[in-house]
């Protein structure tokens, strides 16, 4: 085997290798670094805007410290009023009709809560 067709192919082989990395390797490594930049990026802004909420936050208490939510009082307190007791009727109503020659049954049901306040007695104001 000639030497010069040992040098040619090996200078083909390279050339070949190096459009390998011009067009392939390359645009990846180029899109993977863009990819990464933008990654980086972003969790920078997310970083940043909490770190203000954050500052924002230590300037409004006194202290510098988040205190922990209170739960929201009830508006009737448990020594004010008292406990009414009530009563739930229910009330069943069938109806026969007959139209033509057929008989139709019709039923309905109503209900409706009745209150028993023992100790209040109502008086009408006269004007």
Known sequence: MNIFVFLNLYNML???????????????????????RVRRQYNDTVNRARQAAREAEATRRSGGWASPRRKPSK????????YVEWEEITESTTTETTDHGE???????????????????????KE
Request: glycine residues 4%.
């Open 75 to 82: 508006k009737v307190r448990p020594d004010e009023g008292e």
């Open 14 to 36: 390279a050339f070949i290798l190096f459009l390998l990395i011009l067009f392939v390797v390359w645009p990846l490594l180029r899109f993977g670094w863009t990819i990464y």
């Open 103 to 125: 008989h139709r049954k019709t039923s309905s049901t109503s209900t409706y809560f009745t209150e028993r306040i023992s100790d209040a007695e109502w008086e009408d104001v």
